[in-house]
């Protein structure tokens, strides 16, 4: 089945301390992107790839960072998490840029 | 820049009358449209997308969109609303700043009461 994986699906932690949510696509999709959904500001896009190796900010990067070291996994990484980055966590993959995303179940993360 | 706009928070239709959602848009060059919903707890579908050509989308579920170049318009839209239509749409645009970035509307609640 074609999918989008992401883990955890949900998680609480504490400032500071460091965490990394998974993102795994099986559908040999290049583009990949990193998005947050926060009530009233829909999704904002955190950082993207175009491909392997290539990686690009989108609208809200601040205090994150990302990798592309394969084509089908794109992991999310807050280093020094803090509370302003409590929310709700997608990620996305399409063919390429232009094409439809197809989108993962979600990560809720909670920073104490 | 690119901007998304959806100036509704909510919308309330009747059950079997017709709904329409509104978006519109800024972009530089082509724009690569996109509408999706999301149920509870749920992550994003895909409903329709307009990329070039006709200017009327259809999609899943019943829904169509028409792309209004004049106006940078692209509103949802359904001849009969159902209640399982009640969810949370978004609007998005997909254009090329030396990358493809992604836009998102704020998103439109949708309730179609029985």
């Known amino acids: 089945e074609a999918q989008v994986t992401q883990n955890p699906r949900y998680l609480i932690t504490v400032t500071g301390k460091k965490l990394t949510v998974t993102c795994s696509q099986n559908m040999n999709h290049e583009y990949m992107s990193w998005y947050r959904q926060d009530p009233g500001l829909g999704l904002r896009q955190i950082y993207y790839s175009m491909n392997v190796e290539v990686t690009d900010k989108g609208d809200v990067p601040e205090g994150y960072k990302v990798s592309r070291k394969e084509k089908r996994n794109f992991p999310l990484i807050l280093e020094s998490p803090s509370p302003n980055q409590t929310s709700l966590y997608f990620c996305?993959?399409?063919?390429?840029?232009?094409?439809?995303?197809?989108f993962g179940p979600g990560t809720r993360l909670t920073v104490l | 820049a690119q901007s998304v706009a959806q100036p509704e928070d909510q919308v309330n239709v009747a059950e079997g009358n017709p709904l329409t959602v509104k978006c519109t848009y800024s972009v530089s060059g082509n724009p690569y449209l996109f509408w999706y919903v999301q149920y509870p707890n749920r992550g994003l579908q895909f409903l329709l997308k307009?990329?070039?050509?006709?200017?009327l989308v259809k999609g899943s579920y019943g829904f169509e969109a028409e792309f209004n170049k004049s106006q940078t318009s692209f509103h949802l839209k359904k001849p009969s609303a159902l209640v399982s239509d009640s969810a949370l749409y978004f609007c998005?645009?997909?254009?090329?700043?030396?990358?493809?970035?992604?836009?998102f509307g704020a998103g439109t609640r949708l309730f179609v009461k029985a």
């Open positions: 307009y990329i070039t050509g006709d200017n």
């Open positions: 996305a993959s399409s063919l390429q840029g232009t094409d439809t995303q197809y």
């Open positions: 998005a645009v997909r254009g090329y700043t030396g990358g493809f970035k992604t836009i």
